[in-house]
């Protein structure tokens, strides 16, 4: 079954509610989406979101390259080579996880659909649901609160506070949710790489007693050993985020000791479900749990990462919270949100339906 056309395009997607986290303001994300056709007129649906502050590519790059004539000659392939097409694009646009990602997931959800299968059961689905996390950026104690209080109403029970200007702010706005909401949250938090050694030790051990579920990359990338300080109980929590950008990363921190428990894996850190799934399985052999997470994106790509989290029997943590502070989306579907917990919704590669 051949592909007869390859679109890309840029839209730029307004946020329901600005947010921040060290260093960073953000009121709106752009994200590129790629279309492909088969000639059956079947039609897969992939979508780009890359962090340039965190793996060197904007939107802009990677509409640039999925409009080049690299994917121009495209056209023609079969689908059942997808895994092939794939490799091909990884070479072709090295450490650009962005034009990976997007190809990747538009290859993933036709193939899907020419099996009439979803991408999750090709490769075996491990787990049904889990609950994910909500993001809450650098806010006041008051809105803190006030905003927890909001997803407690809306029935999440996991947040991930984003810390890292201000040690003892950050301990101040995590013993106030902690003593506030008692036991009805876990919570998570996430420096963004703004701690040193030092107070990275303070917060851990002033929030010690409120049970912290996870860290999120607390020193920054390239200063993981650093982190070897720290006993193994603590590195347990820890997770890799800025530190894992690709397999080879994977591979150098799952050597022993290791500095983190837990690897967060994007795929637009990694490029796409192949890289990802290729971590997961270094991750799984290390003994490393996997913590699945996002940029602000498109439902597009978030249902691409749960397919691929769903399939990894050592999956324990989602923060696959991207899409619900988008205003708009061009699709739906993808996955059911229920009391927090997510689950794929079914139907044929990612499930999406364009609006």
Not at 183 to 212: H, M, W
Not at 230 to 253: I, N, P
Request: net charge negative; proline share 4%; aromatic share 8%.
């Amino acid at each position: 079954m051949k592909i007869t056309r390859i679109h890309a395009w840029r839209k730029n997607l307004a946020l329901t509610r600005p947010y921040s986290i060290a260093g960073y303001t953000f009121s709106d994300v752009e994200n590129v989406f790629l279309e492909i056709e088969l000639e059956n007129g079947i039609t897969g649906i992939g979508a780009a979101s890359p962090a340039e502050e965190v793996v060197g590519e904007s939107c802009e790059m990677s509409f640039r390259n999925l409009t080049s004539p690299f994917f121009e000659q495209m056209t023609g392939r079969d689908i059942r080579h997808f895994r092939q097409l794939i490799s091909e694009a990884a070479t072709a646009f090295p450490n650009l996880p962005g034009t990976q990602a997007a190809f990747d997931i538009a290859l993933h959800d036709a193939f899907g659909k020419y099996l009439g299968i979803p991408v999750v059961e090709f490769y075996g689905q491990k787990i049904r649901q889990l609950p994910t996390s909500v993001t809450l950026g650098i806010l006041s104690l008051e809105d803190t609160l006030a905003t927890a209080g909001e997803y407690r109403k809306l029935g999440f029970k996991v947040l991930k506070i984003k810390t890292g200007e201000d040690p003892e702010q950050d301990i101040e706005r995590l013993r106030a949710l902690s003593l506030h909401y008692k036991k009805q949250f876990t919570i998570r938090v996430d420096a963004n790489q703004g701690y040193s050694l030092g107070q990275l030790q303070q917060v851990l051990a002033a929030t010690e007693s409120i049970g912290i579920e996870l860290t999120e990359q607390p020193l920054a990338a390239g200063r993981e050993t650093e982190l070897l300080s720290l006993s193994e109980v603590q590195r347990r929590r820890l997770a890799a985020d800025e530190s894992l950008k690709d397999e080879r990363a994977a591979l150098r921190l799952s050597q022993l000791p290791q500095p983190f428990g837990i690897f967060n894996i994007k795929l637009m850190k990694c490029g796409g479900i192949v890289p990802a799934l290729e971590i997961a399985t270094i991750a799984r052999h290390a003994g490393i749990d996997l913590f699945w997470g996002c940029n602000d994106e498109s439902i597009v790509s978030i249902t691409a990462a749960l397919h691929a989290a769903f399939a990894c029997p050592h999956t324990r943590y989602l923060d696959l919270d991207g899409s619900f502070d988008l205003a708009e989306d061009i699709v739906s579907g993808g996955f059911v949100m229920e009391n927090g917990c997510l689950r794929i919704a079914g139907g044929p590669g990612l499930g999406v339906v364009r609006r």
